[in-house]
């Protein structure tokens, strides 16, 4: 039966749980705050029933402003689509690395990122939430949450425990032995998990709510104490010790009965051994037995495994393996068993999504290890140069290793020292914020960008995107360069590089950081020579500027068109021809023209169409551009003057005048160059 009543474990703090906890329970809690409440970590779509009836018996969704999802398992956020459908709207407070994951349950609800917003929450009546980032406890994105007002610890999975059919609410003194077997079976080490209870001690705790298992109200350093001191994790390195001082094998058989006691209870753990040992009363530990010291160390096992199956086992098999090291002895046989192997590896993968165990071990990233070098520019709240370095660096070194690329974009500010020099520096801040406001804006989802030295952005596609780089890179240019937010018009030039150019590459990491860094750095410097305002994702600029000057002549008419491609040729240019305006762009993107000249009313795309398109490809967009045409009026030349184009002549034009017009043009290109 589930429970249906609410507990206030602190001012205006409810569990709002139910006890269906078949080993694990799970632990919602609800904060009421004049109208701006928030939910921790809702559960799964199991107890969705109860804890949803929990939460209107106390208040109403509408009241819910924000939902604090601790990390991405499906046991503390897989119900938050059904609380939706019911009427929910509010903001999921948690870390980025987590959201990448809880996005695939169908959460529609907008992201309050907490890494993202100093690791914390205000509410408006001033109430403040801490977050700690707490890695690989036991996820990259785990947080856990610290209501200063009543010193409550939100604790996700630390302090949690395994369950029993005797689950309190509140942790008893039973407590300790199943909170250590459920850090030893979810926690990485001890190395991870001392630093985090370190960081606790020093704060001020009056309740610990923990995810898992029991509210702990009393005596909280204590536990703290234990879990700081907790050998855990996959890689333990035990000091030795001698079997005859704990009683022989009859004695570390005692010391597994002790934590099953506290996690199964006494009765129950007795009853599936009754056939086959004799108890102490008092004491509850093995008095007889009928079998050798080894013989017991196996019997008591393949009893449990007979009787309790795989979860028993399971539970308690962390601590066993942890044991035979520490006594140097061998594990109970049926911890070796294929069978036991086979089953146990059958129920992990039936409990695990693995699509998202697939995305997330594609997406466990390095920010971690360059997170206590976290700060921002000021001016833009974005990560700094500092960081971004330092976070490259880690990102080239899991890409090589993953074979899986990125992209980089550098983006400069064209003529920003000029505002400086013409308007001051705080003229020239405006611009760099407004910049700044522009790319956030334009940023997609798991984008990051940073703030250089001087006039340069930087801005990082991670390549389980799957994203078109310069499909980004033109919506970035074309989003500045049409903004009117500015106090002159402004610019930018952009370079574009992906890791993926470099995996031939055998150099260290982090002259890896200093070659990609400078091609992207080059790659500004020719979008800045190629006239500013333009997207370089090729170092090969400038390689044929000697080539014979190329020009595209866009015309159906076949007699005036090879006209002037054969008085063009005659001055040694190569003259390239088509009928329509899709043929014409297509060209283009191929062959790269120096000028072009068009006919407006041609096929499938008019020549106003083509120089349109042009100007929205930073490739094409300065390329100069004429138009020959029986269509001259003043609308047709207000939108020719619109589309910046070069010049226009109506048909029938002076064959000679063209041809002089299209020679000067182009020198005086090559003298630019």
């Known amino acids: 039966m589930a429970r249906q009543e609410c507990v206030e474990i602190a001012d205006s703090i409810f569990w709002v749980g139910s006890d269906l906890s078949d080993g694990l329970q799970c632990n919602p809690y609800l904060i009421l705050d004049d109208g701006e409440d928030v939910l921790l970590d809702p559960g799964s779509v199991l107890d969705f029933e109860a804890v949803y009836n929990n939460i209107v018996s106390i208040t109403n969704l509408e009241k819910i402003k924000y939902v604090v999802l601790s990390h991405q398992d499906p046991d503390l956020c897989s119900s938050m689509p059904l609380f939706e459908r019911r009427g929910l709207k509010a903001k999921i407070v948690t870390h980025w690395r987590s959201s990448v994951l809880q996005k695939y349950y169908g959460i529609k609800s907008e992201f309050y990122h907490v890494n993202e917003n100093g690791y914390q929450l205000v509410l408006n009546s001033g109430r403040t939430f801490k977050f700690i980032h707490t890695p690989y406890l036991h996820f990259p994105g785990s947080i856990v949450t610290y209501d200063q007002e009543n010193k409550v610890l939100f604790s996700s999975d630390l302090f949690g425990a395994f369950s029993s059919s005797q689950w309190h609410l509140f942790a008893d003194d039973n407590y300790i032995e199943p909170m250590k077997a ?46 700081k001191e907790l050998e855990c994790g996959t890689f333990l390195h035990p000091i030795k010790r001698e079997l005859s001082r704990i009683g022989g094998y009859t004695g570390i058989c005692n010391q597994v009965l002790k934590r099953m006691y506290d996690i199964f209870g006494v009765e129950e753990v007795k009853e599936i051994f009754k056939d086959e040992i004799e108890f102490e009363p008092e004491t509850n530990l093995i008095l007889d037995h009928i079998y050798t010291g080894l013989e017991i160390w196996d019997k008591l096992f393949e009893i449990i495994y007979a009787k309790k199956g795989l979860a028993w086992l399971s539970v308690i098999e962390t601590m066993v393996s942890r044991t035979a090291i520490e006594y140097n002895i061998e594990l109970p046989s049926i911890f070796k068993s294929t069978i036991f192997t086979i ?9 695990e999504n693995l699509q998202l165990k697939e995305i997330n071990e594609g997406l466990k990233r390095n920010l971690d290890k360059v997170n206590d070098q976290l700060t921002k520019c000021p001016l833009t709240n974005f990560y700094n140069e500092n960081f971004f370095f330092n976070y490259l660096k880690s990102e080239i070194e899991t890409g090589l290793n993953n074979k899986e690329g990125f992209f980089l974009l550098l983006i400069e500010i064209d003529h920003l020292a000029g505002i400086n020099f013409d308007y001051g520096r705080k003229a020239a801040d405006e611009v760099l914020h407004n910049v700044g406001y522009l790319l956030n804006e334009t940023k997609e989802d798991f984008h990051l960008i940073f703030r250089l030295e001087g006039p340069v952005f930087a801005y990082y596609i991670p390549g389980f995107l799957k994203a078109n780089p310069m499909s980004v890179a033109e919506k970035i240019r074309r989003t500045v360069d049409e903004s009117n937010i500015f106090i002159q018009h402004i610019t930018v030039s952009i370079g574009l590089v992906g890791l993926e150019e470099f995996f031939g590459e055998n150099n260290e990491y982090d002259d890896l950081v200093d070659l990609v860094y400078k091609v992207a750095k080059t790659r500004v410097v020719a979008a800045k020579k190629l006239g500013m305002n333009i997207v370089c994702a090729t170092s090969s600029i400038g390689e044929n500027t000697s080539r014979t000057a190329r020009i595209l002549i866009v015309d159906s008419d076949e007699a005036g068109t090879n006209a002037l491609k054969v008085n063009l040729e005659q001055h040694n240019y190569s003259v390239l021809t088509c009928s329509d305006g899709e043929q014409a762009l297509e060209i283009m993107e191929s062959e790269s023209p120096d000028l072009v000249v068009s006919e407006i009313m041609v096929p499938k795309i008019d020549g106003f169409m083509i120089r349109e398109k042009m100007l929205y490809s930073s490739s094409l967009k300065n390329i100069p551009f004429i138009i020959l045409s029986y269509q001259k009026n003043e609308a047709s030349i207000q939108r020719a003057l619109t589309l910046k184009t070069d010049y226009y002549f109506k048909k029938p034009y002076s064959l000679y005048e063209v041809v002089g017009i299209i020679v000067n043009k182009l020198k005086s290109l090559e003298t630019d160059s």
Not at 189 to 217: C, F, T, W, Y
Not at 343 to 351: A, F
């Open 182 to 227: 459920f850090h030893e079976h979810y926690m990485p080490g001890n190395d991870i998990l001392r630093p985090v209870m370190e960081l606790l001690s020093n704060i001020d705790i009056s309740i610990i709510a923990p995810q898992h298992g029991s509210i702990i109200k009393n005596n909280v350093k204590m536990y703290i104490k234990v879990l």
């Open 343 to 351: 089953q146990k590896e059958t129920e992990l993968l039936s409990q």
